[in-house]
């Protein structure tokens, strides 16, 4: 397995599907709508995303096109919490209308089916979006539920997908964001080993926080080992073993729930060994 995130995309007639719906549930949104604005810049302390660096900035409007479209999207960008640990963002079933993108803290997403067993299907860190899998149903089908103190700028859909008929930026950056998040749903794969599966998803962390210009070798691991073990498709047992068994060989080192990565260059020599 190359990582839990891969390159596949999503066609530019798929994502202008999703627009067309969204848009077509409300029509055109009342763009005088006020929010309480965006405090921005927000701090570029450890674990916290400046607005440069989110996924959203050519969305919300904070990139500096200058335009009275974008001017008027980023006055509806509303920035909630702090949520606790535990409570919802979002509930299944709930009418889509907002996405959110995160400031600071960490959410997981959720799917639980008839019988009541409950699927972690993934986890939102800083200056990534959460959302996206509610636009075509137009309910959320998972429960968003923030895992410690987070801070969220929420953004009205309807609001973006219109501008987004007349932006080409804003557009564009919806499509990549559609894009990356169907990528890295289909580019799972639970066929490998468990010390793949680890390997990969603490290389996946390592990634997207660097991306986000946070550090890629030490960073927070705000998950509890049993959402770790429960999204890997793992027991928590196995999570905690395996953790311990990269510890011994020198791989990583965590010190609470703070992530050191050793040797990332020997993590990725695992990956390419199970590939083989």
């Given at each position: 397995?190359?990582?839990?995130?891969?390159?596949?995309?999503?066609?530019r007639?798929?994502?202008?599907?999703?627009?067309?719906?969204?848009?077509?549930?409300?029509?055109?949104?009342?763009?005088?709508?006020?929010s309480?604005?965006?405090?921005?810049?927000?701090?570029?302390?450890?674990?916290?995303?400046?607005c440069?660096?989110?996924?959203?900035?050519?969305?919300?409007?904070?990139?500096?096109?200058?335009s009275?479209?974008?001017?008027?999207?980023?006055?509806?960008?509303?920035?909630?919490?702090?949520?606790?640990?535990?409570?919802?963002?979002?509930?299944?079933?709930?009418?889509f209308?907002?996405?959110?993108?995160?400031?600071?803290?960490?959410?997981?997403?959720?799917?639980?089916?008839?019988?009541?067993?409950?699927?972690?299907?993934?986890?939102?860190?800083?200056?990534?979006?959460?959302?996206?899998?509610?636009?075509?149903?137009?309910?959320?089908?998972?429960?968003?539920?923030?895992?410690?103190?987070?801070?969220?700028?929420?953004?009205?859909?309807?609001?973006?997908?219109?501008?987004?008929?007349?932006?080409?930026?804003v557009?564009?950056?919806?499509?990549r964001?559609?894009?990356?998040?169907?990528?890295?749903?289909?580019?799972?794969?639970?066929?490998?080993?468990?010390?793949?599966?680890?390997?990969?998803?603490?290389l996946?962390?390592?990634?997207?926080?660097?991306?986000?210009?946070?550090?890629?070798?030490?960073?927070?691991?705000?998950?509890?080992?049993?959402?770790?073990?429960?999204?890997?498709?793992?027991?928590?047992?196995?999570?905690?073993?395996?953790?311990?068994?990269?510890?011994?060989?020198?791989?990583?080192?965590?010190?609470?729930?703070?992530?050191?990565?050793?040797?990332?260059?020997?993590?990725?020599?695992?990956?390419?060994?199970?590939?083989?």
């Amino acid at each position: 397995m190359a990582g839990m995130r891969g390159a596949a995309t999503v066609s530019r007639r798929a994502a202008e599907a999703l627009l067309e719906c969204a848009h077509a549930r409300n029509g055109p949104p009342a763009m005088s709508a006020k929010s309480s604005a965006c405090v921005l810049p927000v701090p570029g302390a450890a674990g916290v995303v400046t607005c440069e660096r989110c996924a959203l900035v050519r969305a919300c409007g904070v990139a500096g096109n200058g335009s009275v479209a974008f001017a008027d999207v980023h006055q509806l960008v509303e920035d909630v919490g702090p949520f606790r640990g535990g409570q919802y963002i979002f509930r299944a079933g709930e009418p889509f209308r907002n996405l959110y993108a995160v400031k600071s803290g960490t959410i997981k997403t959720v799917q639980t089916d008839a019988e009541g067993r409950a699927q972690v299907l993934g986890f939102h860190l800083p200056g990534e979006v959460v959302g996206l899998e509610a636009v075509d149903p137009g309910v959320y089908p998972v429960d968003g539920v923030a895992l410690e103190s987070t801070r969220l700028c929420r953004l009205p859909f309807d609001a973006v997908s219109h501008v987004a008929q007349r932006e080409a930026a804003v557009q564009q950056q919806l499509f990549r964001l559609f894009s990356r998040a169907i990528g890295q749903h289909e580019s799972r794969s639970w066929d490998s080993g468990a010390d793949q599966r680890l390997a990969a998803f603490l290389l996946d962390l390592s990634a997207r926080y660097a991306q986000r210009g946070l550090s890629p070798q030490v960073f927070h691991l705000a998950m509890p080992r049993s959402d770790i073990a429960n999204f890997l498709h793992l027991a928590p047992e196995t999570v905690s073993r395996l953790l311990a068994r990269f510890r011994e060989r020198g791989l990583v080192d965590i010190i609470g729930r703070e992530v050191h990565l050793l040797a990332p260059a020997r993590l990725r020599m695992l990956l390419a060994e199970a590939a083989a």
